[in-house]
Structure formats: C-alpha cells, structure tokens
C-alpha cells in the first residue's frame, strides 16, 4: 500500500511539470482515485468532478467520469386521461436519450456495492394524442331539404336514435326515409373520424420509480421506459410517472 502510494506521488510530481496533456491527467486522476477506493472511502460523483476540475480544469475523457448514457423507447399509458376532455386512445413519442450515474463502492477487502441513480432525461416531451372528439352532445346543421324531418339542428345523441330507430325498418324505407338515414349514417361516420394532436409536457426527474432486475450481468438502464398520463384537478394532462427499469449485476 505504502509503495503505491510513493509511486502516485512520483508520478503526481513528474506530471506536474509537463504541459497539461488529458490523456497523463486522466491516468493521474485514475490513480487517485484507486487510493481512495483501497482506503475505503466512498467517492461521491460531485467529489470526483470538483478534484478533477479544481487540477486540472480540463473536461474528464470517457472511462474517469461515472456519467453514463442511453438511448431508450418512450411507452406511454394513458390510462383514463384525458385532453380538452376527450378521452386519450394512444399517445406516442420519440426515443429520448437518459443519463444516469454507477458509483462503486469499495473497500480495501474489495467492492461493497455497485449503485445506479441520478436518472435524468429532458426537461420535456413531444407527444403525439390521438383522441375522438365528442359526438353524443355536438349539435350539427341539418340541410334544408332534410329539414322537415328532422329540424333545423340535430344533436349527436338524436342522430344515433334516429339511426336505430331507421335500422329497424332499413329493408322497407321509401326515397325519403333513406335519404334522411344516409345523411344521418355519414354525419355518424364523419365524427367518429379520429384526431390527433402533438403536445409538449414538462418530465419530473426528482421521483423517477426504478424497477431493478438483478443478476442481468450488466448494470445499466433497460431499452424502453414507462410514462404514465393523467389529469390534475384543472383537467390539465401532465405525466404523473416515470418508471425505468435498471439492471444489477
């Protein structure tokens, strides 16, 4: 242990008067870090990134930092939510790229543990809402030769009544009948037509709800991610959840 740390020392001291190449810091820093590791002090990713910079000043090169990241799919459950009060059938969006942390913890004995957290994605999300809009209370203008059947106006809940009532007698409707029911059918079809609509909400990181897998032989975050909708008490959508499988070894 002794002679370790003489050669840390050495090699400190030799580095230190040559021009501050990334490659020699990052060995440097490796180095440290060891000792501290045998020592059995717990680094804290902050604790790591605050030495480095108060050296070096440099940014740290792939291998020393305990950042890591990953492209996942984004799976979106609605459940009952709704938008503009409308009842949400799909919501779909983009891969979005997480960071995360993987901190080692060792002992002089060897490593205690091997921890995944600080999950952290955008600040938003792009959705795209697919819903059907509301038919049973829309009220829709008759055309005037239809007029003297079924009124000036008609609403949604009228028409399908009209349709049933119709369908009954659909083998014996005359001219007329048959033109107010193919009116009726159309309006129907046209407004159960589905809408879709892109979005954009905020994403909270701060209680991002892990669903740990050990004995995978990997640690890391799994390819596909859970958001979870739902309305507030103004009716605003907004994700109330955020789920994310990880992997222990």
């Given at each position: 242990?002794?002679?370790?740390?003489?050669?840390?020392?050495?090699?400190?001291?030799?580095?230190?008067?040559?021009?501050?190449?990334?490659?020699?810091?990052?060995?440097?820093h490796?180095?440290?870090?060891?000792?501290?590791?045998?020592?059995?002090?717990?680094?804290?990713?902050?604790?790591?990134?605050?030495?480095?910079?108060?050296?070096?000043?440099?940014?740290?090169?792939?291998?020393?930092?305990?950042?890591?990241?990953?492209?996942?799919?984004?799976?979106?459950?609605?459940?009952?939510?709704?938008?503009?009060?409308?009842?949400?059938?799909?919501?779909?969006?983009?891969?979005?790229?997480?960071?995360?942390?993987?901190?080692?913890?060792?002992?002089?004995?060897?490593?205690?543990?091997i921890?995944?957290?600080?999950?952290?994605?955008?600040?938003?999300?792009?959705?795209?809402?697919?819903?059907?809009?509301?038919?049973?209370?829309?009220?829709?203008?008759?055309?005037?030769?239809?007029?003297?059947?079924?009124?000036?106006?008609?609403?949604?809940?009228?028409?399908?009544?009209?349709?049933?009532?119709?369908?009954?007698?659909?083998?014996?409707?005359?001219?007329?009948?048959?033109?107010?029911?193919?009116?009726?059918?159309?309006?129907?079809?046209?407004?159960?037509?589905?809408?879709?609509v892109?979005?954009?909400?905020?994403?909270?990181?701060?209680?991002v709800?892990?669903?740990?897998?050990?004995?995978?032989g990997?640690?890391?975050?799994?390819?596909?991610?859970?958001?979870?909708?739902?309305?507030?008490?103004?009716?605003?959508?907004?994700?109330?959840?955020?789920?994310?499988?990880?992997?222990?070894?």
């Open positions: 242990m002794r002679g370790l740390f003489y050669f840390v020392l050495i090699f400190i001291n030799k580095t230190n008067s040559m021009k501050k190449d990334s490659k020699i810091l990052n060995e440097v490796k180095m440290k870090n060891l000792m501290k590791y045998m020592g059995g002090e717990k680094l804290s990713p902050k604790q790591l990134k605050e030495n480095y910079y108060e050296e070096s000043e440099m940014p740290l090169e792939e291998g020393v930092s305990d950042n890591y990241s990953n492209e996942v799919k984004v799976n979106v459950n609605p459940s009952q939510a709704t938008i503009n009060g409308n009842k949400i059938e799909d919501a779909e969006a983009s891969s979005i790229k997480l960071s995360y942390i993987i901190d080692i913890e060792g002992r002089q004995w060897g490593i205690k543990g921890s995944l957290y600080a999950i952290e994605g955008p600040s938003e999300i792009e959705l795209q809402v697919s819903y059907y809009p509301p038919f049973e209370n829309e009220e829709f203008i008759v055309p005037e030769n239809l007029r003297g059947v079924l009124g000036d106006k008609i609403s949604g809940n009228n028409i399908t009544t009209q349709i049933n009532r119709l369908n009954d007698f659909e083998d014996d409707l005359n001219d007329s009948e048959q033109e107010v029911f193919n009116w009726l059918y159309e309006k129907q079809k046209a407004s159960e037509s589905e809408e879709v892109t979005i954009k909400l905020p994403l909270n990181w701060d209680d709800n892990k669903e740990e897998d050990s004995g995978t990997l640690v890391t975050v799994g390819e596909e991610i859970d958001l979870q909708l739902a309305n507030n008490e103004k009716g605003e959508l907004y994700v109330s959840g955020i789920t994310v499988p990880v992997y222990t070894l």
